[in-house]
């Protein structure tokens, strides 16, 4: 019915940016609020960003001025710009979405994607 699927993953020196996106396509009627997680073997999946359906953002202590969230609602798109990447943020990042169909709201998640920050 729904499908996330998020890309711009990649490995980038430290203080290099990278963008990532995430196409939501299917039977959408309209899409609530929008997020990117991340996660690292052996740890829980943590909240790095969010954006409402009327744009109020949040966001994780470790990226708030670094980290930008966006979305463009014609698009069902949402994007996390990153920028002064640090070591730390190499995790996978996964999309996630509150998607209303015409079956319902449900919760969505994309297949994730490859940050990796190294010299």
């Known amino acids: 019915q729904v499908q996330l699927v998020d890309s711009g993953g990649g490995l980038v020196q430290p203080g290099g940016s990278l963008t990532l996106s995430c196409a939501a396509s299917?039977?959408?009627?309209?899409?609530?609020?929008m997020g990117w997680y991340r996660q690292v073997p052996g740890k829980q999946r943590e909240l790095v960003a969010a954006v409402t359906g009327g744009g109020n953002t949040n966001y994780a202590d470790s990226v708030k001025g670094r980290f930008t969230i966006s979305r463009d609602n014609a698009k069902n798109m949402v994007y996390l710009q990153m920028n002064s990447l640090k070591p730390e943020d190499t995790a996978v990042y996964y999309c996630n979405a509150d998607i209303r169909t015409h079956w319902g709201t449900g919760n969505y998640w994309g297949q994730g994607t490859q940050v990796t920050v190294s010299s």
């Open positions: 299917g039977s959408i009627v309209s899409m609530y609020s």
